[in-house]
């Protein structure tokens, strides 16, 4: 760790990439919004415009359809019938709500206007006079028929809802919109009172106020707001929230923060309390919260992420599992512990700039995260499996195909906002260097303090890893550019105005150029590679995953009409050449001379040592992968990360 004083930041235009006001913790500060415009052309910059453009509308509709915007209405006698949806619908609202904060601040949209205004009234009209909204324990069976208030924290979410629309209403804020801001503040000037009139805070089953609160310091700069998060995080981990069939653990209740190391329980409330410790690290400079922070990431990362970057490996319980409990086929890999996993990944990497932490956001965005949304921008996947079966049985949330809407809607929202605030998570910098993490076609303003003009990235990434940077402007005697070297990346090469450098990736993942450069050109190079996981993923042992600069690809059945993509095995010294683009625009990857046990082979489950060796075999197959953000957008069907392979001089 080296923090590292830097100058105070501007504001940013939302909550997501955070806006410190304390810097002298932080290696690097993010730029002030706006700072960075993602060129519609590039891949993140279309990614950006399919979420405007489809997937914000899209979610404005089933928000309509799906009855979640009654539930509010039936509060103030609006509506009739029974509340629809799990009883934390209300956030589903928020979540899109921020999303639209975003983007009016990236576009000056006027396009979401009437929605906007609606829905901030209808929020205004639903809350009580002391400032609590919450249209499930506040009209359950109708007008005049609440529920009572915080009667059961561990399950209730009910400041979890606070907590997003919080985050809603910072997010608006800073692009000018203020009515939201006021009722959120209301809402949390309550949750300051409870805590202050009982003693303790509440504490809820599912974090996100934390977060939210230590955000609304940021903005306002009441300093309640932050008492109370630390107050939260303070009172996690010591029983509070009382015994459940499901036990401590999937609360996070089992342990205060600072002696829980290591990433367990409910994937998406671990790591959305992780992004709050953080944030609170980052306020009140206590390193035992940090140290707990690095143990949790490299658990999280090093023992239970998927090769997607997916997080959670049971169904259960939505939870992590144990170390190196990663099936493919029964990966639960919720697209909202994907996303939390980028947000909490960007705090870590502003306390300490290390390629890690974007290596990791960049892998869940590239695999994991893109994968949950369909090309067209409006059907979802709530679960990420890297292993669907032939005649896989659906459940709820865990369907053969992307569906458009769920009854538990957390993760299409959740991808709106994410994808709105995308620009933010490109670049940050110090006292002393411009840093670049996340590589896509965009323009970059220099901070003040490094310099004037911009910076130009013309770059196809992740198509491929030529990466151009040109400064239009200069920036200071002393100062520097620093690019991200991703962990994959071998055989780099940089050249400064057309001369090849000798700089080194240094210790952090990043190579530096100094100020007085005009062009800098990063090429990483990417051939396709195969991995095999740790030895003690027992799930995928004998297999391999097939790679290609930071994305992950898969068999789909689409493309091997003949051969059932579950009997295929590769040969380890088999050719690999890119392919013809994949509907995502990736190019797709062809391994010949694999092997397939054809269907109609032996019947028997299981047989003696040897005796498989009698297995008839189809020889010299031509097997083509493509992006696992792609799979599932053509027919339905089997589909595989990790294929087993067949070792030099196998016949089987």
Not at 177 to 197: N, Q, S
Request: aromatic share 6%.
């Amino acid at each position: 760790m080296r923090p590292t004083n830097t100058t105070d930041p501007r504001p940013v235009t939302a909550a997501g990439p955070v806006a410190p006001r304390r810097t002298d913790l932080l290696a690097e500060v993010p730029l002030p919004g706006r700072s960075v415009r993602l060129d519609p052309e590039g891949y993140l910059g279309r990614w950006q415009d399919l979420n405007a453009t489809a997937t914000i509308p899209h979610s404005m509709r089933m928000l309509e359809e799906s009855g979640t915007l009654d539930n509010l209405r039936r509060v103030v006698g609006r509506a009739d019938g029974d509340f629809t949806g799990y009883h934390f619908a209300d956030s589903d609202v928020h979540k899109l709500l921020e999303a639209i904060g975003w983007e009016i601040a990236r576009t000056g949209t006027r396009d979401f206007d009437e929605f906007l205004a609606a829905t901030v009234a209808l929020l205004e009209e639903v809350q009580d006079d002391d400032g609590y909204l919450d249209s499930h324990f506040q009209g359950t069976g109708g007008p005049g028929e609440p529920r009572e208030r915080f009667a059961d924290l561990r399950w209730g979410h009910e400041l979890y809802c606070a907590g997003h629309m919080i985050q809603a209403a910072v997010a608006l804020s800073r692009a000018g919109r203020g009515d939201l801001l006021v009722i959120a503040r209301r809402t949390a000037d309550l949750l300051v009172r409870r805590a202050a009139e009982r003693g303790v805070p509440d504490v809820d089953g599912h974090p996100e106020a934390e977060t939210a609160l230590v955000e609304l310091y940021r903005h306002t700069g009441e300093q309640a707001y932050l008492d109370l998060a630390e107050q939260m995080i303070e009172a996690r981990g010591r029983g509070g929230l009382g015994p459940d069939r499901l036990g401590p653990h999937y609360f996070q209740d089992h342990a205060p923060v600072r002696d829980s190391t290591e990433a367990t329980g409910h994937a998406v409330r671990q790591l959305y309390l992780d992004a709050g410790v953080t944030d609170l690290y980052t306020e009140r400079g206590d390193r035992t919260l940090l140290e707990a922070m690095v143990g949790q990431w490299e658990t999280a990362h090093h023992e239970k992420m998927y090769v997607t970057g997916a997080m959670g490996s049971r169904h259960f319980d939505e939870s992590f599992g144990d170390a190196y409990e990663l099936p493919p086929d029964r990966a639960y890999a919720e697209t909202c512990a994907s996303i939390a996993d980028v947000q909490w990944s960007w705090r870590m990497l502003l306390v300490d700039r290390d390629a890690r932490y974007a290596d990791a956001m960049e892998r869940a965005l590239h695999n994991s995260i893109r994968s949950s949304l369909s090309q067209d921008g409006t059907a979802f996947f709530y679960s990420n499996p890297l292993h669907l079966r032939a005649g896989h049985r659906e459940e709820e949330n865990a369907p053969s195909r992307r569906t458009p809407w769920y009854r538990c809607a957390c993760c299409p929202p959740n991808i709106a906002r994410l994808v709105a605030s995308l620009a933010e998570y490109v670049a940050t910098s110090s006292a002393d260097t411009l840093s670049v993490h996340l590589y896509g076609a965009a323009r970059i303003d220099v901070p003040a303090h490094l310099g004037t003009g911009h910076l130009v990235v013309r770059t196809a990434y992740p198509q491929d890893g030529d990466v151009h940077v040109v400064l239009d402007g200069e920036l200071r005697p002393g100062t520097h550019l620093a690019l991200r070297v991703p962990a994959w990346a071998r055989d780099w090469t940089l050249t400064v105005d057309g001369t090849p450098s000798d700089a080194v990736r240094g210790p952090d993942g990043y190579v530096t150029v100094d100020a007085g450069f005009g062009e800098v050109r990063l090429v990483l190079p990417m051939p396709v590679d195969l991995v095999v996981a740790h030895p003690r993923v027992d799930a995928v042992r004998g297999c391999v995953a097939i790679t290609r600069g930071p994305v992950v690809y898969c068999l789909e059945q689409a493309d091997h009409e003949d051969v059932p993509v579950e009997d295929l095995r590769l040969r380890l010294d088999g050719p690999l050449d890119l392919g013809e683009p994949a509907p995502g625009g990736l190019p797709t990857v062809r391994a010949a001379g694999a092997i397939a046990a054809p269907a109609d082979g032996p019947g028997a489950l299981y047989t003696l040592v040897g005796q498989d060796a009698a297995t008839p075999l189809l020889d010299d197959v031509t097997v083509t992968a493509v992006p696992y953000a792609d799979w599932g957008n053509r027919e339905t069907g089997p589909m595989r990360v990790w294929v087993p392979v067949v070792h030099p001089g196998s016949t089987a």
